[in-house]
Structure formats: C-alpha cells, structure tokens
C-alpha cells in the first residue's frame, strides 16, 4: 500500500546531486552564476533530458519555512504571520521532475534578478488560503530569507503565475502542506542546492558525468555523488520492510507451532 502512494511527480530515471557552496568564495551573486553554469554544461552531456536546481527536492522535509500574507492583510509582525514552506527552483524544475503545473505557467528564464517578483504555490496552499479561487494573478506579501544568515529581507509582493500540483515530502502519507516556489534567480538564500537531471541511460554514467560537470567549474568545492532520487523512497521503506518481515517471521512460527500442537494433540485423542 506504501509502494501505491501517489508521490506527486514521476521519480523514475531522476538523479538527484547536492552541492554545497563555501561561505568564504561564494555570495548570492556568485553562487547565482555557478548554477547557472553548471546547468548549462549538463544540460548538453549525452543521455540527459532535463536539468534543473533547486533548494528542496521531493522526499525531502522543507527546510525553510517563511512568513507570508496576503496582499490585502492588514500588516503585522513577522512572527504573527502564517508561514509557508519556501523553495527557489531554476526553470525546468517541474518538467524536470514531472511535477504537473495545474494552471498559470512555470519559471521561465525571464524570471530573473530583473524581472517582476513572482511566485508558483502547490495545490495545498490554494486549499488553505485561496479556497474556491483562481490565485493566479493575485498577490502575496512576503520577506524573503536570506543567504547565510537568519534574517529575512525587506517587504516584497509577489505575483502568483502558477499553480502546481503536491509532492511528498517528509514521510509517506503525511498530508501535504504550503509549498510556495520562487525562482532562484530571485532569491538564493541556501548555500546547498540540489541538481535534478532526467536521464536515459546508464545512471552510473551519467551520475559521473554530472558530478565531473560541476567539479569541473570549481574542483575545491565538496560534491556529493549524484544518487536516484528514489533511494529517498527505499530509505523510508526501510523500517516498515523490516518490521513487515520480522512479523511475517513470528507469523510462520506461530502457524508451525499451532499445527505442530493440534496434530499432537489429534494424534494422542486418536491414540
């Protein structure tokens, strides 16, 4: 039943690799070009169909949850706010993942430093705060973490130009919560980020060639290997495979000594 969950987004033939930006060479700005570049150089290694990059993936907790409220709310304190959890993405991260867009449209490259602040929300968030309504179009008002420090920056609205569906996160079978996107050329706050690449292939090959891409912009930086996103899912399977056969164990002894003690006893009344 746990292996039928709908997780929200096709995980097969993905890999997932985390890169983790020291503090002491890389700003939001500089850190905003490495993606960028290492994008560029995956996207055209052979075998790959889609790249992308963001702060969170699938199967893994949101780390970041931030303050928001809505355009016409009357102004409060940030801790007073209701909090949302928050990721930027690179264009391509929903097709990437095959995370369907349910109406407006996804990040485009002309979502930039420059361009109009705007924002995707998950199916979740519509539920809660945007019930029986199109929020594409409508406004939020937010402060925005920034990178390395706890701190969230100055007042921003965001325009809503999408609507995506719900993935799974934490553990399987929890109910979905707020996720609201903004891309990452508008704000990297996190300097750990998750390269995404659909692939055809030998993932092994494929894992190299990725992982040799981004060594080759900055070989001092720590890479993790590039690893199937599903490894996510066959981690939380783990526990309850374990505890499913350690059941089944006990369940074929009790069956043996159940059968083993009625026959004795047929035995002995026939006796």
Same mark, same amino acid.
């Given at each position: 039943q746990m292996g039928r969950t709908n997780l929200g987004f096709a995980a097969d033939n993905v890999l997932a690799q985390r890169v983790l930006l020291p503090a002491q060479t890389y700003d939001a700005a500089k850190a905003l070009q490495f993606y960028r570049q290492a994008l560029e150089r995956i996207a055209v290694l052979p075998g790959i169909v889609?790249?992308?990059?963001?702060?969170?993936?699938?199967? $893994?907790?949101?780390?970041?949850?931030?303050?928001?409220?809505?355009? $016409?709310?009357?102004?409060?304190?940030?801790?007073?706010?209701?909090?949302?959890g928050y990721t930027t993405v690179s264009p391509d991260y929903f097709a990437t993942l095959g995370i369907p867009v349910m109406s407006g449209r996804e990040f485009a490259v002309t979502d930039n430093e420059s361009g109009p602040k705007v924002a995707i929300v998950n199916a979740a968030m519509v539920a809660r705060y945007f019930p029986n309504q199109n929020p594409v179009g409508r406004r939020i008002r937010m402060n925005?973490?920034?990178?390395?420090?706890?701190?969230?920056?100055?007042?921003?609205?965001?325009?809503?130009?999408?609507?995506?569906? $719900?993935?799974?996160?934490?553990?399987?079978?929890? *109910?979905?919560? *707020?996720?609201?996107?903004? *891309?990452?050329?508008?704000?990297?706050?996190?300097?750990?980020?998750?390269?995404?690449?659909r692939f055809t292939g030998n993932p092994a090959g494929v894992a190299n060639a990725v992982r040799d891409a981004v060594l080759n912009l900055d070989p001092n930086q720590p890479v993790d290997d590039a690893a199937p996103l599903l490894s996510s899912l066959d981690a939380q399977f783990a526990e309850s495979r374990f505890q499913s056969r350690l059941m089944g164990?006990?369940?074929?002894?009790?069956?043996?000594?159940?059968v083993t003690g009625i026959y004795g006893s047929s035995s002995y009344a026939v006796t």
């Open positions: 889609k790249v992308a990059a963001g702060s969170n993936v699938p199967l $893994n907790r949101v780390s970041m949850e931030v303050p928001f409220d809505l355009e $016409n709310a009357p102004v409060r304190e940030l801790a007073d706010m209701p909090g949302v925005k973490p920034v990178l390395r420090t706890n701190d969230f920056g100055e007042t921003e609205y965001l325009e809503i130009v999408g609507v995506v569906g $719900n993935v799974t996160l934490g553990e399987l079978g929890a *109910p979905s919560q *707020p996720i609201l996107y903004v *891309p990452m050329a508008q704000n990297i706050w996190s300097a750990a980020h998750q390269i995404v690449v164990l006990f369940a074929v002894l009790a069956l043996i000594l159940a």
